[in-house]
């Protein structure tokens, strides 16, 4: 078990650019969730699912960003017409559905200039 | 609505010497707590986790947590601090499992 598993670790991307995230939860979680972290900030919800099913989208998730998980397992994160707020960590967490307890992959850092 | 404040956004301990780190929640419900910790270019890792059981938790690393709900507080606690320690540390509550608020974080300073 390699734990969450997210791809790219960096990326820097030009104003108005499109990009995708992806990330890769422990196999036997049911549970994906994304969040954002800004300098000195902790982790914001942004979306979450159940298997393939996306249950919950916080209101940061403006309509530029969408998030997949197509056949339960993996998921993207997809975000267009980037803007310099934007930049920020994307972190991915995943879950069973009793326990709780989330865990975290080591993020997406977006730069956007 | 769920929140939680951490009442310092950084602590400065030396080592060996205890570590407080002080968090408060506020919740309508009986909600679930946690104390994640994020060093440097790593992802966030639980300390520990309370769930209504035993209110005095401990976690990895000799970090252990009090619920106390007439205070609605969970602070974080060690008795000697290692060097290792120095990171992020977030309080979060939880009312539900697709809705973990997190606060704003405490870094913890570590000095020899």
């Known amino acids: 078990d390699t734990g969450v598993s997210q791809d790219p670790r960096h990326k820097i991307t030009k104003r108005g650019q499109n990009v995708t995230f992806r990330c890769d939860p422990i196999?036997?979680?049911?549970?994906l969730y994304w969040y954002r972290q800004t300098l000195g900030q902790g982790p914001e919800f942004l979306t979450y699912?159940?298997?393939?099913?996306?249950?919950?989208k916080s209101r940061l998730l403006s309509d530029r960003f969408s998030a997949e998980r197509p056949k339960g397992s993996f998921s993207t994160l997809e975000i267009q017409r980037t803007e310099q707020g934007d930049s920020a960590m994307y972190l991915c967490?995943?879950?069973?559905?009793?326990?709780?307890?989330?865990?975290f992959g080591q993020g997406t850092r977006l730069t956007v200039v | 609505a769920q929140s939680v404040t951490q009442l310092d956004s950084h602590v400065s301990v030396s080592e060996g010497t205890p570590v407080l780190l002080r968090c408060n929640y506020s919740?309508?419900?009986?909600?679930?707590l946690f104390w994640y910790v994020q060093h440097p270019n790593k992802g966030l890792q639980l300390l520990l986790k309370y769930t209504s059981a035993a209110t005095l938790v401990k976690g990895i690393n000799g970090f252990e947590a009090e619920f106390k709900k007439s205070e609605t507080s969970f602070h974080l606690t060690k008795p000697s601090a290692h060097m290792s320690d120095a990171a992020e540390y977030f309080c979060v509550v939880s009312e539900r499992p697709d809705d973990m608020r997190f606060g704003a974080g405490t870094r913890l300073t570590v000095k020899p």
């Open positions: 919740s309508s419900y009986s909600p679930s």
């Open positions: 699912f159940q298997n393939e099913a996306q249950l919950e």
């Open positions: 967490a995943s879950s069973y559905p009793i326990n709780t307890e989330a865990f």
């Open positions: 196999s036997e979680h049911n549970r």
